[in-house]
T-cell receptor, first 116, second 114 residues
Framework: AQSVTQPDIHITVSEGASLELRCNYS??????LFWYVQSPGQGLQLLLK??????LVQGIKGFEAEFKRSQSSFNLRKPSVHWSDAAEYFC??????????????FGTGTRLQVTL | DGGITQSPKYLFRKEGQNVTLSCEQN?????MYWYRQDPGQGLRLIYY???????QKGDIAEGYSVSREKKESFPLTVTSAQKNPTAFYLC?????????????FGPGTRLTVL
């Protein structure tokens, strides 16, 4: 069964500092990987996704993520965090359609706090 | 603008009552999904639908029911059989029913059982 682990429940960084949020996945084939962001009381917004090809993926709001198959990881990074980046971040894994709808499996999320 | 709407934003229910959460999309997506979100547990899939008049149970379907009579609509009913219904409910859609397709999310409905 597919699964996602986000080992950090809560991270605090200073504004302007770099950020890395960890994500490890388990999937039996080539995964499709996603990072979503959620502001309090809101829905989720897609930051970036990996399907194939270049293992370094660029997303919105200056975020990037690197797919490392050997480590089963898809960590999210940002070189300089802004106060508006404070939110909850979810990593998700899914797969190809095989006749029945395959689903996304989400991690439990990492809450990012940004100090000024 | 295309998107997903959920209503109401806040919903209060007395124990023993059924309640229906609305989800509408104008993205012309085939697949729709309902998730439940609780603090510290991420998103858990309740039901999903690949196409009109078809739906499947997700990981936590007990105490919930859905219908998909129109492509753009996927209402969720929280029945009195759901033991702990207080949660944040998110509806999503994707172009095709594949885990490789990006899911677009609505703004959510917060349900509180009094």
């Amino acid at each position: 069964a597919q699964s996602v682990t986000q080992p950090d429940i809560h991270i605090t960084v200073s504004e302007g500092a770099s950020l890395e949020l960890r994500c490890n996945y388990s999937y039996g084939a080539t995964p499709y990987l996603f990072w979503y962001v959620q502001s309090p009381g809101q829905g989720l917004q897609l930051l970036l996704k990996y399907f194939s090809g270049d293992t370094l993926v660029q997303g919105i709001k200056g975020f990037e993520a690197e797919f490392k198959r050997s480590q089963s990881s898809f960590n999210l990074r940002k070189p300089s965090v802004h106060w508006s980046d404070a939110a909850e971040y979810f990593c998700a894994v899914g797969g190809e359609y095989t006749g029945t709808a395959s689903k996304l499996t989400f991690g439990t999320g990492t809450r990012l706090q940004v100090t000024l | 603008d295309g998107g997903i709407t959920q209503s109401p934003k806040y919903l209060f229910r007395k124990e023993g009552q059924n309640v229906t959460l609305s989800c509408e999309q104008n993205l012309n997506h085939d697949a729709m999904y309902w998730y439940r979100q609780d603090p510290g547990q991420g998103l858990r899939l309740i039901y999903y639908s690949q196409i009109v008049n078809d739906f499947q149970k997700g990981d936590i379907a007990e105490g919930y029911s859905v219908s998909r009579e129109k492509k753009e609509s996927f209402p969720l009913t929280v029945t009195s059989a759901q033991k702990n219904p207080t949660a944040f409910y998110l509806c999503a859609s994707s172009l095709y029913p594949s885990g490789g397709n990006e899911q677009f999310f609505g703004p959510g409905t917060r349900l509180t059982v009094l």
